[in-house]
């Protein structure tokens, strides 16, 4: 196990008819902005509950955040933040709202071309305004945790930070507010999770006994509550136990100690900020191509998969089992109705592999976690896709 | 799963080599109280690491806390931290001192008798002293807690608190210093660590799939890494493992929405205070006794243990499935070295049924997480044990 150091100070409250605990988080002195996505709350109840909750509270709003939350949108809110002297940022919605409001408060209180801190990955904030939030699609884990991913219109970019002055002060589930979610999004969400967990899980080994456990644990019981949940949308205890996957998926907990990947994830924003798939469309159509791509380094943990979720016979030769994983995987991708090839989305691969390894190749950046994925590895990633 | 609420703010630093960084985690201008045990940190060099690393702070030394820290022996220290005017404290060594710490952290602030403390079960706690800690056994979970046992030599009595002001501002694990552990307490922390596990897991069934997933996945570490650490005391990768799995077994995250049992630990306590044998012993010999007596209102939890830990069939009846479990742990016990019936310990089981029974009649104290577990059912499994 490598050495970590580990601190969230996040007050999580999870359950059923939670919502209205939101008024005894922020003090009543606080002005709050209020900031969600595209009125999805107004339809589904949340923002009636949160306004009732917050009726002794100033409470301004900031509605329009998209899905891949817009720089050039969040800017907006910043003026406001600045002009209002607001002091308490409340996200209603899904990650992206979350994400989006955590770029708020860090670009409100940033000396400098807010831009910067996605440049520098969030190195460079020294304070942000404090946040909360009720959120209300599992999938991005960002209730849990200090990263935020951002994208710019302008440059067609989506790049990540981390910063511990963006961890929320509290963060409110109630998996109710998920039985209205279209299915394309709880799909979306689903696949998220798993890929977080992957991230997380399939790299080389370091011995974490433990950490496997629980990241295989959570992605058997994913892929067992994804099925109900789709059958019965309306299904709490499905709902919820595919809520705190998601949180449990990157609140840290389960990889601490542990070597982590992200190149499907880096390799997913571009294709997300080129082309505009969805993220957990971009995710189903990298994952497996990079484990093929690195299937040596990642063997030892494909293989221990194969036998711990798909059930295969641990007599197998190592590599048959890190294929079994990558095809059953795949096959999971598939069966949640999530298309798992470049030309599903009408994506030129050849065309994307070029650009995408050169926006790399101008970077200087090699992914995984072995820093061995070259820009022509990519490509090759891609043109596989 | 039921609803729940979560916050825990310790800034956990884990892995080799790590003890010298508590310099940076308290203040130059506090002055602190340095809480230890019968002397073992000066044999294991921990005691001049730490004052190394702290030699430009002002340390004043409390030692001597014994193994279940006695309210007699913590109301010393809280003199001297009236009396110095201390406003830090560090404890360094296992869970005793470091529960010991907790308390005389919350007895300094606290107006009235302290031990009111432990009635009230930490309710009326409004301030403590700050702490911190270096721990060097892995058993309590303590270090990521807010808990703290303590014992009364005048009354015979160890009872529990739990307060939010006493979790740790910061808890340093350094595998190292488990090395040279005596073998009893290595064994008795692998004890504690696969208890609390249970006493979160085996209840009645609440629909916590990835809760479930990861308590029998600490359970399933957790046999397999004592085996190596008994064979080699020395294995860094080991020690480091089951400590993780020590931590774990108690910071909360595993059993977050489920319900809880804490039945053998009440027993348990109650076994120590009055005959003095550890807190681990205790515990190896009550557990399977619960189980065995409250086996219907257990029975899917120990089925579903029995086929994912100990590999049983499950065509088989949970009936039987539930036994195998019941019959397994208590071998696993057994194969630590550690004895599972109380006249192993030399004591009567006639008059440990009839004292104990009687004391939780006296405090109308009913057990577990039916609360059905009533002084005759105590009675009963005392007999048993």
Redesign the interface.
């Known amino acids: 196990?490598?050495?970590?150091?580990?601190?969230?100070?996040?007050?999580?409250?999870?359950?059923?008819d939670?919502i209205s605990k939101v008024k005894d988080e922020i003090p009543k002195d606080k002005k709050i902005l209020m900031t969600y996505g595209g009125g999805s709350i107004r339809k589904n109840g949340v923002y009636k509950q949160v306004m009732e909750a917050l009726s002794e509270h100033t409470v301004l709003e900031f509605g329009g955040i998209e899905p891949n939350p817009k720089f050039e949108t969040l800017m907006q809110a910043v003026e406001i933040v600045k002009k209002e002297n607001i002091d308490f940022l409340l996200s209603v919605g899904g990650g992206s709202t979350l994400d989006g409001t955590k770029f708020i408060a860090a670009a409100a209180k940033y000396e400098g071309d807010p831009w910067e801190i996605l440049l520098n990955g969030g190195a460079k904030i020294k304070d942000a305004i404090p946040l909360g939030d009720i959120i209300t699609l599992p999938a991005t884990g960002s209730e849990m945790n200090n990263g935020a991913v951002i994208s710019k219109l302008e440059t067609k970019e989506k790049l990540a930070f981390h910063s511990n002055f963006i961890y929320p002060k509290f963060s409110i589930i109630d998996p109710k507010t998920t039985f209205s979610l279209p299915e394309k999004q709880t799909v979306n969400g689903i696949v998220d999770t798993f890929v977080h967990t992957m991230e997380q899980y399939a790299t080389y080994d370091v011995?974490?006994?433990?950490q496997d456990?629980?990241m295989?644990?959570?992605i058997?019981?994913l892929m067992?509550?994804a099925k109900k949940v789709l059958h019965n949308p309306n299904d709490y205890?499905a709902r919820?136990?595919v809520f705190?996957?998601a949180t449990?998926g990157l609140n840290y907990?389960m990889s601490?100690?542990c070597v982590q990947d992200w190149s499907t994830h880096m390799i997913g924003h571009e294709l997300t900020a080129l082309y505009g798939i969805d993220h957990g469309e971009s995710l189903a159509v990298v994952l497996t191509r990079v484990w093929k791509n690195r299937k040596n380094d990642k063997m030892n943990k494909l293989a221990k998969m194969a036998v711990e979720v798909f059930g295969a016979n641990d007599f197998l030769p190592k590599n048959i089992l890190a294929d079994i994983t990558i095809k059953k995987t795949k096959k999971f991708f598939e069966s949640l109705g999530r298309r798992t090839k470049l030309s599903d989305y009408g994506i030129d691969k050849i065309e994307a592999a070029k650009l995408i390894s050169e926006r790399f190749k101008e970077r200087n950046c090699t992914l995984g976690e072995k820093s061995n994925i070259t820009p022509d590895e990519v490509y090759k990633i891609l043109m596989d896709c």
Not at 4 to 10: D, G, K, L, N, V
Not at 207 to 210: A, E, I, K, R, Y
């Open positions: 196990m490598n050495n970590f150091e580990f601190q969230a100070p996040t007050k999580l409250i999870f359950g059923a939670t011995n974490t006994p433990l456990e629980w295989l644990g959570l058997k019981t067992t509550e205890e919820a136990n705190w996957c449990c907990w601490l100690g």
